[in-house]
């Protein structure tokens, strides 16, 4: 029997509850049901960004954990194995003249009864151990006047870096240690160990503090690093343990290209054979190599040497042989064509204004001190100043580092000695020249005199003048009453700012630019060659035994480098390519806290970009943001500039340092710091600002005086821009007279007290001076006798 009845209906009075208002748009739920599992075109074909989940995340963290392990590991085995790696390269370094460094390098060869050693090389010592079941190699340096160079060439390809120090000395770090040591941190030192010696002859009861003071005097240098003692043989031990296994620290300026320290060296007709370990990244038979202080070269071949260290000895055979279609020319400038250019062929007017203007060129000559007119008309070194150089900024001071033929002399007048008195002196000698005169003889003072150079002391102290002043009031300067300022600035323009304003960088290149190369996006070339060169399979790979013949090595140059080296060993570094071209490097320089001496721009000092060593003249400017930067006539102490000049393309990260020489053959740090770009059209700006005083005011009108000097540069200045110290602004409305008074007009009224200044500008660019930096020649013992 069904069942029937009727269906409960809602009456009146039922209660009606609120939908749920998700805004004008359908809900992620009402899409999906009218879809009915369709999918649009757009989101199937867009990339599945899925979100992890927590376990995905974990494995993820894990798998990346192990490559990075992975690698540590494979660029561990790389070095300092028994066989098929090259052996760890480590340098012993006193930071004391009373250190002995043979002392210290004996206790580490005699601390394993069944270790290897090798002293067939004078220069090197081998060694293995079987116990450790590694290699190492073993070179000194010192860290005296004249071996600073040499030291930092092989903390430039050392692995590890030991740096001697005893408890007996009263100064743990003498002088020269921590000049040098101020030398390598800017320069980048290889994984540090700081070895102390000598503190078993200390009491005992004192030992601990001792060790504690030490430990603080290291911890200036080297914060996280802990001294080891080095007394006995076990602590010799210790030493290879901690070269062996620490954690390298990259340098990598080192790491991103291939480099050798040779140990063996060969020359016959022409042909420069090198033989040692290759290091780095692996080497490119058809690459360029660079020798410091020799130069670039092509290889010719390379051939597998029998490793000194190895039982079986191996076979020797080639390798690899240069393809002349695929080696790397030897190009360093580019050759400009004079003709690649607008052509006009000058008129009569023209080339009679040119001959005119050669022969007011002003002839000066470069002669030293005390020479006479008639002897400098000998000198054929004569320089032509062109029209910028002639009307230089600081013309009182490049008039004192010359010496007219014009005039008498630049020196100061305590210097100068007439000829009666020359000639009394002469006849004084000749009288007395056998007698001997206890009151004649100079006592201490006079021989301090007689070893001082006043021209360097005259010199010098007109150089701290100019900076004193420069800093004072920068690039100000008074207009020159003999010379009109529409001729005297005729090179320079005015800015309407100084950050927005345009200014073309190829707008009036000089003739240098024609010989350098540019990169359209350098970032960009630099990330491209550098994982190339990391990720390519060259001939010879990282860790092997090699002897490479490098080609067109004159005898002439040969011999020029062994007598300024001696015996010592050569460094060889491959270039990355158009490493070996032209072009204007940026280097950002950080002033030295110890040097206080007066550096001006475009003046000669000594470089170290990365691998090479080179002597330039650069130019200086601020170190901002923006497409123009401020010129700087002097490198103040305390500051940052940015310094630019001509010199061989390197592709940074590479350290830079900055020396000055000095007269006993030592070197300065002035400055160090990094390789930025390089990037010609950097612009740099030399501002010259002309200051006036207001003679009347009148509300916002003021009439200027003193900024110029007749009604032709007032009316040639007529659309520059004034600024005042006070910071008002306006601009040149009529002239006065005809003795450069101008009427002036300002957003404002101003102050008695006030200085209009008008700013030019002109851009700036170094000269060519590149030159190779060579060491003076190694004289003999007899010649150090004499």
């Given amino acids: 029997m069904a069942i029937t009845g009727t269906i409960h209906r809602a009456g009146s009075l039922k209660q009606t509850n609120k939908s749920h208002k998700h805004g004008q748009h359908r809900s992620k739920r009402e899409i999906d049901t009218d879809n009915k599992g369709r999918v649009s075109v757009k989101t199937s074909s867009k990339r599945n960004n899925k979100i992890m989940k927590r376990e995905e995340r974990r494995l993820q963290q894990n798998q990346l954990r192990k490559n990075k392990r992975d690698e540590a590991i494979d660029k561990k085995r790389k070095l300092g194995g028994l066989t098929k790696s090259a052996p760890f390269l480590t340098c012993f370094v006193s930071l004391n003249e009373l250190v002995d460094v043979e002392s210290a390098m004996a206790i580490v060869e005699n601390c394993e009864e069944d270790a290897v050693i090798d002293r067939s090389n004078p220069l090197i010592t081998y060694m293995k151990s079987l116990r450790l079941k590694q290699r190492f190699s073993f070179v000194k340096s010192k860290c005296g006047i004249g071996s600073e160079m040499k030291a930092l060439d092989y903390l430039k390809v050392c692995d590890s870096t030991v740096l001697v120090i005893s408890a007996q000395s009263e100064d743990v770090v003498d002088k020269a240690g921590d000049k040098f040591l101020n030398f390598a941190i800017a320069q980048g030192i290889p994984t540090p160990i700081v070895a102390l010696m000598d503190l078993e002859s200390v009491n005992p009861k004192k030992r601990n503090q001792v060790k504690m003071d030490i430990q603080k005097r290291m911890n200036i240098y080297f914060p996280d690093e802990k001294l080891i003692v080095l007394d006995k043989t076990t602590d010799g031990l210790n030493l290879l343990r901690r070269i062996g296994g620490q954690k390298r620290k990259t340098l990598h300026n080192k790491e991103n290209r291939s480099h050798m320290y040779s140990e063996k060296v060969e020359y016959s007709d022409n042909t420069l054979k090198v033989t040692g370990y290759v290091r780095g990244i692996p080497l490119n038979v058809n690459n360029l190599v660079y020798i410091p202080e020799l130069g670039t070269f092509q290889m010719s071949q390379i051939d597998s040497a029998v490793d000194p260290m190895s039982v079986d000895g191996g076979s020797v055979q080639v390798l690899a042989r ?71 900024d600081n013309d009182d001071e490049d008039s004192k580092s010359f010496m007219s033929c014009d005039s008498n002399t630049s020196l100061p007048k305590q210097d100068k000695m007439n000829d009666d008195e020359m000639e009394e002196d002469g006849s004084d000698n000749e009288e007395y020249e056998d007698v001997t005169d206890q009151s004649q003889v100079p006592n201490k003072e006079q021989q301090y005199d007689d070893q001082m150079d006043l021209y360097e002391e005259y010199e010098t102290q007109e150089k701290l003048k100019a900076q004193r002043s420069d800093a004072a009031f920068p690039d ?311």
Avoid at 673 to 702: E, Q, W, Y
């Fill in 322 to 392: 240069a393809n002349p279609a695929l080696q790397v020319p030897l190009i360093f400038e580019n050759t400009p064509d004079e003709m690649d250019a607008e052509q006009a062929f000058p008129s009569e007017a023209e080339i009679a204004q040119s001959m005119a203007e050669n022969k007011e060129r002003k002839l000066i000559k470069r002669i030293p001190k005390g020479m006479s007119d008639y002897q400098a008309c000998w000198v054929p070194d004569i320089e032509e100043l062109d029209e910028d150089e002639e009307y230089s």
């Fill in 476 to 786: 100000e300067m008074d207009t020159p009453s003999n010379i009109p300022a529409r001729t005297r600035f005729q090179k320079y323009r005015g800015l309407e700012s100084f950050r927005t304003s345009p200014w073309d960088p190829k707008e009036n290149l000089p003739y240098d630019y024609a010989r350098i190369f540019q990169f359209k996006d350098f970032d960009r070339i630099k990330r491209k060659i550098i994982k190339e060169a990391a990720n390519c399979d060259g001939d010879v790979m990282s860790g092997m035994y090699v002897t490479i013949h490098i080609m067109n090595v004159s005898n002439e140059t040969w011999e020029n480098y062994k007598s300024s080296r001696g015996t010592d060993n050569i460094i060889l570094y491959g270039l990355l390519p158009h490493e070996n071209k032209m072009s204007l490097l940026n280097v950002v320089l950080k002033r030295s806290p110890s040097s206080t001496i007066p550096i001006k721009s475009k003046e000669r000092l000594i470089f170290q970009c990365g691998f090479r060593r080179f002597i330039v003249n650069p130019i200086f400017s601020q170190h901002t943001n923006g497409n123009k930067h401020k010129y700087e006539r002097f490198f103040q102490p305390n500051s940052t500039v940015v310094a630019s000049f001509y010199a061989p393309i390197q592709f940074p990260p590479s350290p830079v340092l900055c020396f000055r020489e000095n007269p006993n053959g030592s070197f300065s740090l002035i400055a160090s710091g990094s390789l930025m770009s390089c990037n010609p059209d950097r612009i740099a700006l030399k501002r010259v600002v002309l200051s006036g005083h207001p003679f009347k005011i009148h509300k916002r009108t003021a009439t200027i005086r003193f900024m110029f000097h007749n009604k032709d540069d007032v009316d040639y200045f007529k659309p520059c821009k004034l600024r005042t110290k006070c910071g008002r602004i306006g601009h040149i409305k009529e002239s006065l007279g005809t003795h450069g008074h101008m009427k002036c007009v300002f957003d404002g009224q101003l102050k008695s007290f006030d200085t209009i200044f008008l700013q030019l500008y002109k851009r700036m660019f170094p000269k060519w001076t590149y030159e190779e930096y060579k060491r003076n020649p190694v004289k003999s013992d007899d010649s150090k006798m004499e």
